[in-house]
């Protein structure tokens, strides 16, 4: 099962702070723990707890919040997230992030983005490719191809493209201003707008008009849907037309004809993809919380390959599908395209 290492792979669905590194939580909860803030051995006991609830995972994040507050862990945790993503061979990552406030640690919603930004700045293992092909900014890190004696390509290269959040929890007003701020941020490899946070939490008409005003900008959707059941909150939701959406897992035969013909795609876990009811329509395998789940997205490929009975080829052709619900713009899917075609003979 090498194999589902080695294919490239496309991630369009992660959550940073679900995708912390154990490890990282751990050295996190130690040193606040020696600060008094918080009782360590409580901490460690959750982080290292396998199997969740969704309550759980909510509570969680929570936690992880308190341990990610400042500028610079936030930069860390964006660093290592995209380097681990590399080492999986994740050939173009979509992170998507909650902009957060924090008066205490001067922190706005902008200077939460620049941390990430730096996060990816400061990435060495790799070569980042992040601003849009067509921009010339300064966090333009398109990198320039280190070459070994034969002219091969030597380091990995990943395309990372950034998703703002909207929090469940937060107001229209809130939620607006990170809509603005990912306009502010398009240059900086912001590609569009991610609805998440606790599905018991929060009412549509909050949110739905920050979407709306999205959408009015040009800015693609990628909402998580029907986590729980909630067939008003699902209509709401493709009232707006996304691109795409997340989970979908208590949907009504009409809704799910209405997914179908606007052929929406869905992004899964491996797990879910085993419950679906979704033959035939386009799915893109995630990990959505690495971290959290314990998991990777080669791990993710193993599950739905082992399950199904699906070869190589077949996993390398659901990876590559992907390409088509990117939110980078066509420059990036061409690259994308090349990339797979040069590594399909090795696939099949
Ligand atoms: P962050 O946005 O802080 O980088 O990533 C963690 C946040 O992503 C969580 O607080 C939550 O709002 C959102 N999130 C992560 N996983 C899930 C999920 O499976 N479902 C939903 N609805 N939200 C999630």
């Known amino acids: 099962w090498e194999w589902c290492h080695e294919i490239p792979k496309i991630e369009l669905h992660a959550h940073l702070n679900g995708?912390?590194?154990?490890?990282?939580?751990?050295?996190?909860?130690?040193?606040?723990?020696?600060?008094?803030?918080?009782?360590?051995?409580?901490v460690a006991h959750v982080i290292?707890?396998?199997?969740?609830?969704l309550p759980e995972c909510f509570k969680l994040f929570d936690l992880y919040h308190i341990l990610t507050t400042d500028h610079e862990t936030v930069a860390r945790i964006t660093k290592e997230v995209v380097e681990d993503f590399a080492a999986e061979n994740v050939v173009?990552?979509?992170?998507?992030?909650?902009?957060?406030?924090?008066?205490?640690?001067?922190?706005t919603k902008q200077s939460y983005m620049k941390a990430v930004i730096d996060g990816l700045r400061a990435v060495d293992t790799v070569d980042v490719a992040l601003a849009n092909s067509d921009s010339s900014t300064d966090y333009c890190l398109e990198?320039?191809?280190?070459?070994?004696?034969?002219?091969?390509?030597?380091?990995k290269k990943i395309y990372v493209r950034l998703l703002l959040s909207i929090d469940r929890?937060?107001?229209?007003?809130?939620?607006?201003?990170?809509?603005?701020?990912a306009?502010?941020?398009?240059d900086y490899g912001v590609?569009?707008?991610?609805l998440s946070g606790n599905p018991v939490v929060g009412e549509c008409q909050t949110f739905i008009p920050a979407l709306k005003h999205a959408k009015e900008l040009g800015l693609p959707l990628t909402l998580h849907c029907a986590e729980i059941?909630?067939?008003?909150?699902?209509?709401?939701?493709?009232?707006i037309h996304p691109e795409r959406i997340g989970h979908a897992c208590f949907i009504e035969e009409e809704e799910w004809r209405r997914i179908k013909s606007a052929k929406i795609p869905v992004n899964l876990l491996a797990s879910f993809i085993m419950l679906h009811p979704c033959s035939k329509h386009p799915v893109v395998l995630c990990t959505d919380d690495c971290g959290l789940f314990s998991t990777t997205l080669s791990n993710e490929y193993y599950l739905v390959a082992s399950t199904f009975g699906l070869d190589k080829g077949q996993m390398f052709q659901l990876a590559r599908s992907a390409i088509e619900f990117v939110f980078a713009d066509n420059g990036v899917k061409q690259a994308l395209r090349s990339i797979f075609e040069a590594a399909e003979s090795n696939a099949i």
């Open 19 to 42: 995708s912390i590194r154990d490890s990282t939580l751990l050295e996190l909860a130690k040193v606040l723990g020696e600060k008094g803030v918080i009782v360590f051995e409580d």
């Open 48 to 53: 290292m707890k396998n199997g969740r609830s």
């Open 92 to 107: 173009y990552l979509e992170l998507r992030t909650t902009p957060k406030k924090n008066e205490a640690k001067g922190m």
């Open 143 to 155: 990198p320039s191809p280190i070459n070994d004696t034969q002219g091969r390509i030597k380091r």
């Open 169 to 181: 929890r937060e107001t229209t007003a809130s939620a607006m201003e990170t809509v603005d701020l």
């Open 183 to 186: 306009m502010k941020l398009k």
């Open 191 to 194: 590609v569009g707008i991610d």
């Open 229 to 239: 059941p909630n067939r008003k909150e699902v209509q709401a939701m493709l009232g």
